[in-house]
């Protein structure tokens, strides 16, 4: 089956002194039919990658295949096919809800109709509200809406539910899973992890322009060495605490990451580690402001593979 996309040798160099390299030969392949999430922090080259393969911006080097086509031969076909939902979608002040869905709708040869595209991201009540009225959350799901309006093939979001209110956002999960469960293919980037875990077959982690990290949820969360993790926070006013090096030689511990007063450990078996953990800060002397103990996340697997959060806020 052909893959839904296709990327080798993807750069992009913006001009300056020096050149930025957003993208450094990027390879993907994309499904066709499944739900795959791209994340990285603000500057990895995720974005940059989205809208080169939804053909806003021309790569510096390297291939592109959407659906089968490339954009240099087939821009048209390919446009008809797909539906994008951009991190800020600028739509005219001056036009309602169901006039702004029934004008994106005029662009495609089929689709659902303006009301059941608006009904699918809960904008019923708003239909024949302007859209300079809508709040920021609703504004996101009228750009989603208009992404839908020509039933794509291949639906591109790019953090479909930043600022959303938890009922929106779940609801837009909906969508997504409706959108997968009729075989059309959804590419997201998200800052949210319990979005690309719960949406998601795979996931692309992007750091520097390349991809670093690919797999399943589940296969990614597996290289972090432990399902488990153990966050111990000390007392900030006590400078009494093991050495993170003394954590690695504990039962079933099978990676320590130190940030501040915080440590984390990934375990293999926390009824065994957790213990050994309370044994060695007693040992030291050391105050604990707080221990938890949670299954590992992406985040989890974001920070080991980086060292940084997913979060961060790089130039």
Known sequence: MTPAIRVRGLVKTYPGKPPVEAVRGLDLDVAAGECFALL????????????IVEGLLDPTAGEVEVLGLRWNADAAAIRRRIGISLQETRLSDKLTVRETVTLFRSFYPSGPTPAEAIAAVGLEEKARTYTDKLSGGQRQRLAVATALAGDPELLFLDEPTTGLDPQSRRQLWDVIRSV?????????????????????DRVAVVDHGKVIALGTPA???????????????????????????????????TSVRSEGDRVTLTAAEPH????????????????????????????DVFVTLTGRHLRDNEA
């Open 180 to 200: 997968k469960g009729r075989g059309r293919t959804v590419v997201l980037t998200t800052h949210y992890m319990d979005e690309a875990e719960r949406l998601c």
């Open 219 to 253: 296969e990614l969360i597996a290289r972090v060495g432990g399902e488990h993790v153990i966050d111990l926070d000390f007392d900030p006013t006590s400078t009494a605490r093991p050495a993170p090096g003394e954590f690695e030689k504990l039962p079933t511990v």
């Open 272 to 299: 065994r580690a957790l213990p050994a953990v309370l044994d060695l800060v007693r040992a030291a002397g050391a105050m604990v402001a707080g221990l938890t103990t949670r299954t590992a996340t992406l985040e």
């Open 40 to 51: 990285g922090p603000n500057g990895a080259g995720k974005t940059t990658t989205l809208e």
